[in-house]
DNA sequence: GTGGTCTAGACCACT
DNA sequence: GTGGTCTAGACCACA
């Protein structure tokens, strides 16, 4: 029985990638609570305390809002402010070190557009 | 007083990465010398430990080899070897990230290649 | 949508202080009867029962009674009684926080007073 | 055997709060170490998780950095920076809540100015 | 029901 | 030596 969690990066920040992935996708929209923190606990067999503390960084980047006494909410304008905040990243930061990485390697463009184009298989983050 | 070092990998991780880089770009050429390990962690005001553990994982990938008394060494054939392996490693892990990456942000490659070509260089490596 | 409750402080506490604030300033006088718990709920969209937990306190310090089948009314004597607790706890407790901290911070409080007095009424309650 | 501290405030937050007003008095100067999360558990009897949860809110608004495998430094200009937020949280933020207060309270400015002067007794913060 | 905090103890990676 | 992460379990405040 292997976890859906990969052991490079610590398992609050992949949960909270996928929070994240499911407000980008849509499978959590704007005002949606978000589910509880003991229920994530549960369905994936780990601590409250990591998946608390994975909200806890969607809260303090106002992806994600308390209400006291009653739980966690996806924030009004998140998905904008993540698709923004996220595309900035991407470009300004990921993206050049692709291309320098690619230049570095000499590799064609043209190639790499084509061969994994059409199966764009399921990326695994980590590479530890 | 800021560092080289990026915080979110191991240093020793980064030298290394510094090497290859040195190698693929040819300012390292194959039978040339590594500067020595105390010479690097003096330069770079880290402990000669982490250097240390930087060349051990060259030498145990074959890219750089011990000689007892004299130093560390670029391997014959160190950089087709390097080349090799790590445009593998980019096709068949990073690239593949990155596509999804896009397609997860709304991106267009196409843009994404022809618009910011002039300054792709600035990029910092991490994020590891 | 904004909510008027602030994150730090419990919502039944802030009511609370709404309410000893309306008894300081007279809009609340003493005999004057409380807006009911239902309808504090239902004007600020809040549960029943944080809306009791605040009243209680109130009753339980003497400034509110409760008259069974009718409602909470104001008690006799409320507002002096309020204003005595509360200067004194203000003095005694609050004060000499605010000079320890003006001090740590090398502020002057003679012009603390001076300067921003046209400004003052936007303070927003919090922080407890 | 009382503890030093105090029951409404996280632990975690007081001991923040400690390490603030060393930074302010100059008692820990930019580029020193923090004490060991370690022993700083180990003197206050708590556990090091409490205290790396004050360390880490200490990084995440930079006043104090992370060095690999070396422990925590206050970093440089943090006492600036610190003095130039605390000040401004002060005086839009707390000290307009001060003067509403003084107002609702129809307390008069020159007893205040006088009469606690001369002792500044310690404050103590939480009034739970 | 919700989340927040703390403990005790374990294991890991890095320098 | 340093900090980071996770667990299991407890207790609390809030709505």
Do not use: C
């Amino acid at each position: 029985m292997t976890t859906i969690w990969n052991d490079s990066a610590p398992i609050y920040r992949q949960l909270k990638e996928k929070v994240i992935a499911m407000i980008l996708d849509g499978s959590l929209k704007e005002g949606d609570a978000l589910p509880s923190v003991r229920q994530v606990a549960a369905d994936f067999q780990i601590n409250p305390i990591t998946v608390s503390r994975a909200y806890q960084e969607l809260v303090d980047e106002n992806f994600v809002e308390k209400r006291r006494g009653l739980g966690m909410y996806v924030s009004e304008g998140a998905s904008q402010l993540l698709l923004a905040s996220e595309r900035e990243r991407f470009v300004h930061e990921e993206w050049p070190q692709v291309l320098a990485r690619i230049e570095q390697l000499g590799l064609d463009l043209k190639q790499l557009f084509e061969s994994p184009k059409s199966t764009h298989q399921k990326a695994k983050k980590g590479k530890e």
